[in-house]
Antibody, heavy 121, light 107 residues
Framework: QVQLVESGGGVVQPGRSLRLSCAVS????????MYWVRQAPGKGLEWVAH????????YYTDSVKGRFTISRDNSKNTLYLQMNSLRAEDTAMYFCARDLYHSGVDFLDYWGQGSLVTVSS | DIQMTQSPSSLSASVGDRVTITCRAS??????LNWYQQKQGKAPNLLIY???TLQSGVPSRFSGSGSGTDFTLTISSLQLEDFATYYCQQGYNHPVTFGQGTRLEIK
């Protein structure tokens, strides 16, 4: 069965760095665009970044541009999110998700369980 | 980016009720609208894609309609397990963007 398993979250001080990983199994990882979506405590879902299947095209929400880097290693079936210069407002549950384009629409049909990032002094 | 607006932000209903949640896009997105259900502490779960196609395993009491900028999610007869938060999401272009969510609570 398909599994997306995030790791790497934790408590970190403002200004420090953290790297999230999302290990994918049960699907042909290299064929799909992948997303990171976050959810601050008690808030809604927010797109953070996404990356093309080959890894050559990366996109970021404005609030993380220049601080976060999305990447992937298709040989390891793993998606990454390098988070630098973390701020309190980056505190959230971070989900990775597979984007599927089907019948003319993009949707996120497989999600990881989430990795909690807490930025606090 | 396309902005998505849901209403209401919260809703109280009883088991057996019919409920409707609406979602509006800031521009036309044809029928590229998806709905997710999220329960406390869990990842979102895809319910409906392409406005009205139920994801595998989703009960038929869920339905979706609309086109262009205005969409609805309807639950025909609420069950206990349906009390959750619902999000719409446009899949017309990247980045996919979400509505702010509708929290469905037990009355």
């Amino acid at each position: 069965q398909v599994q997306l398993v995030e790791s790497g979250g934790g408590v970190v001080q403002p200004g420090r760095s953290l790297r999230l990983s999302c290990a994918v199994s049960g699907l042909s990882f290299g064929d799909y665009l992948m997303y990171w979506v976050r959810q601050a405590p008690g808030k809604g879902l927010e797109w953070v970044a996404h990356i093309a299947h080959h890894g050559g095209n990366e996109y970021y929400t404005d609030s993380v541009k220049g601080r976060f880097t999305i990447s992937r290693d298709n040989s390891k079936n793993t998606l990454y999110l390098q988070m630098n210069s973390l701020r309190a407002e980056d505190t959230a549950m971070y989900f990775c998700a597979r984007d599927l384009y089907h019948s003319g629409v993009d949707f996120l049909d497989y999600w990881g369980q989430g990795s909690l990032v807490t930025v606090s002094s | 980016d396309i902005q998505m607006t849901q209403s209401p932000s919260s809703l109280s209903a009883s088991v057996g009720d019919r409920v409707t949640i609406t979602c509006r896009a800031s521009q036309s997105i044809s029928r590229s609208l998806n709905w997710y259900q999220q329960k406390q502490g869990k990842a979102p779960n895809l319910l409906i894609y392409g406005t009205s196609t139920l994801q595998s395993g989703v009960p038929s009491r869920f339905s979706g309609s609309g086109s262009g900028t205005d969409f609805t999610l309807t639950i025909s007869s609420l069950q206990l397990e349906d009390f959750a938060t619902y999000y719409c999401q446009q899949g017309y272009n990247h980045p996919v963007t979400f509505g702010q969510g509708t929290r469905l609570e037990i009355k």
